[in-house]
């Protein structure tokens, strides 16, 4: 795995004074490169000028304490939520020029589950923008919303209405949904939180084979004890940018605890990331 | 003969079988394009909207006047009244938007202020030119008397137009309502289609304004979509079930206010509405009240079925009386409480089928599986027969033993 397309930074307090310290390069092959991203509620900012790179075919997670900005990077980027400042580049297009490239799994609980809709038409709702306002969905389409329902193994429920779904049906119906917009890039908000242990394993084989396919994953992670299995990349993040690199180099103990805070107890830092050397 | 027969074959007269086509058409324009209104919870922005035409058509009146016509146009009428809806509407947007007062507080404000605002210019109209006025005031709740041919088109027009936009607009209005963020970053501009909704429903508000009035059109709106919900588990079927169930109530109420002509028509409408919303509400098979009670009752009839026989498995006394009346019921039990034959072999078969879960969570992996493991499914219906017999040998009897 070389997906070090940035140099790891120890704990740089970035930007403090606002600058930005190392502009996204738009550049091709970088599927997701922001630049001095900004997010305000008011006077007092989630998300302080934050430049982050996500490299190909990887998988990486955005990492940092509750309140410290992931979601509200992630919903920035994609313009979700309005960025105060910044620049956002996907495989060197400004965003909105991309967007067919791009897949987003939003949080679970961010919809109303008892909406009238079968677990199908959620997940044809991923080719909508293919289908078009007035186009009629082809056989073919169906079938490939069947098949990516059946990808996370939720084929049987095609028919049931959402509202009886679990917790980690629901997840895996937005992550089919995800897969049929065919993108290069899926972003997935907190994919593995309040599911069960099925639904984790399914999500994380899917989205495995999503990097081997040559794609980048990038999630929203809160649980650090499963960073090394599941992911290559880390960005950690508290409000500003703490550090980001390969697992192996920037998921260290200083850097958790620089992000962290005094939040995580020592010993389980030391748990968490037995680095290799360095 | 009959009055209210005669209004129903259209056969009470021009005016009350134009008024009863023109009412149907509404309704299912009404009822159709509330839809993603009541799917995106956005109901009572309508109210506000609907008050919001009165100052439009105070003011069109007053410029068509000063200008030399009799101001009585509809067409001018229904003009003004979209713009100062429009305007209305921008105004709830901008303050959720831009300041720190939630939409219900727009929605309050926008409403009473406009509300109040064509109020004033009614009574300065009614004031200034005597006489020419007359039929302003039935914008308020509504009016069938002299209704006109041209009313009816207006109708007719608008409302197909309302109703085509509705079905072409579905998806992005689905994928807004139900999901607003995904849609955003699917490069959707999601407050575009909203403002395109609530154009929408302003359309239906213009031109019902007469019929119904304004006070009244947001329960033509929501009504029929609400009552649809209970019917269909799919946005596209509520979109026609909300339309048929709005053009029956507007077909039936004017008929009945044909039927009785002191009654207002507006009223009526919304009558017969909500006549069928409650019906659904107790009747409909899945989401309605009566269906739930059965299927709660059912479920406690199950559990207390279950409890009852592992009780008489483990010879403890059942204290509860409904488990008693059910166990006898179902002959599983003499009345003196003692367990029939039937009775017995039941309670061996739920005792043996714990045993046997207890196995299957020990052996199997597959928590997909013996999660299913609630008590009163099945075990027959989550592992195959081989399966199970393979927990058999496991839990071993009198053979295994033997074999030992």
């Known amino acids: 795995m070389e997906p070090s397309l940035t140099h790891i930074k120890q704990p740089t307090i970035a930007a403090q004074d606002g600058q930005v310290t190392h502009p996204a390069s738009p550049e091709a092959d970088v599927p997701l490169a922001v630049s001095g991203v900004t997010v305000s509620y008011g006077e007092k900012p989630a998300v302080f000028s934050v430049d982050a790179v996500f490299p190909a075919k990887a998988m990486s997670a955005i990492i940092g304490p509750n309140g410290a900005g992931k979601s509200t990077l992630l919903k920035a980027a994609l313009g979700v939520i309005p960025r105060l400042s910044g620049e956002v580049f996907v495989f060197g297009q400004p965003i909105e020029e991309a967007r067919e490239r791009i897949a987003y799994v939003p949080q679970r609980a961010s919809v109303d589950w008892d909406f009238p809709t079968t677990v199908i038409d959620v997940v044809q709702m991923g080719l909508y923008r293919k289908v078009g306002l007035l186009g009629r969905l082809s056989g073919h389409m169906k079938a490939r919303a069947l098949d990516c329902l059946d990808r996370v193994g939720m084929a049987d429920f095609a028919q049931r209405q959402i509202g009886q779904l679990s917790g980690g049906q629901q997840q895996r119906v937005f992550l089919a949904r995800a897969l049929a917009q065919d993108a290069d890039l899926y972003l997935l908000d907190e994919p593995f939180a309040g599911v069960d242990a099925a639904t984790e394993r399914a999500i994380i084989d899917v989205l495995k084979l999503l990097k081997a396919e040559g794609k980048a994953v990038v999630a929203v992670h809160h649980d650090l004890s499963t960073v090394r299995d599941y992911f290559d990349h880390v960005f950690l993040i508290n409000v500003r940018r703490m550090a980001e690199g390969p697992v192996e180099t920037a998921f260290t103990t200083e850097n958790l605890q620089a992000t962290y805070g005094g939040r995580l107890a020592a010993t389980h830092l030391d748990e968490l990331s037995m680095t290799g050397g360095v | ?404």
């Open chain 2, 1 to 404: 003969m009959n009055p209210f027969l005669d209004a129903l074959l259209l056969q009470a007269g021009y005016n009350a079988a134009l008024v009863a086509i023109g009412a149907a058409l509404l309704g299912f324009a009404a009822g159709s394009s509330g839809t993603f209104l009541f799917l995106r919870k956005r109901a009572l922005v309508s109210d506000a909207v609907a008050h919001a035409t009165l100052p439009g058509v105070g003011i069109a009146f007053i410029v068509m006047v000063s200008l030399g016509g009799d101001g009585r146009s509809l067409i001018g009428l229904l003009l003004g009244s979209a713009i100062t809806a429009w305007i209305g509407l921008l105004l709830i947007e901008w303050i959720a938007r831009h300041t720190r007062l939630a939409e219900d507080a727009a929605i309050g404000a926008v409403l009473g202020v406009f509300f109040g605002a064509g109020i004033v210019l009614l009574t300065i109209i009614q004031s200034m030119s005597a006489g020419r006025q007359a039929g302003l005031e039935g914008f308020l709740l509504g009016s069938t008397a002299g209704m006109l041919f041209q009313d009816a088109v207006i109708i007719a027009i608008g409302g197909s137009l309302a109703v085509l936009a509705t079905w072409l607009l579905r998806r992005p209005m689905t994928l807004v309502a139900f999901d607003s963020e995904y849609a955003a970053a699917m490069g959707y501009d999601v407050r575009r289609i909203d403002l395109l909704m609530m154009g929408l429903v302003m359309a239906v508000t213009v031109i019902g304004l007469k019929l119904v009035g304004l006070i009244l059109i947001v329960a033509m709106l929501i009504i029929p979509a609400v009552t649809a919900r209970f019917w269909t588990e799919r946005s596209n079927r509520v979109i026609w079930i909300a339309g048929a169930v709005g053009g029956v109530s507007g077909y039936l109420g004017a008929v009945l206010s044909a039927s009785a002509p002191a009654l207002p028509t507006g009223p009526l409408i919304v009558l017969v509405a909500a006549g069928i919303f409650v019906f659904s509400l107790l009747f409909a098979p899945v989401r309605g009240v009566l269906a739930a009670v059965i299927r709660h009752r059912r479920f406690q009839a199950r559990v207390h079925r279950r409890q009852g026989l592992l009780a008489l498995a483990a010879q403890h006394p059942i204290r509860e009386a409904y488990t008693l009346r059910l166990l006898r019921r179902e002959g599983l039990v003499r009345a003196d409480g003692v367990p029939t034959e039937t009775g017995r072999a039941q309670a061996a078969k739920i005792a043996r089928d714990e045993r046997r879960w207890d196995i299957a969570r020990e052996v199997h992996q597959d928590v997909g599986l013996t999660g299913r493991y609630d008590g009163l499914t099945p075990i027959e219906d989550v592992f195959t027969a081989d399966e199970i017999a393979d927990f058999d040998h496991r839990l071993g009897g009198p053979i295994a033993v033997g074999d030992l």
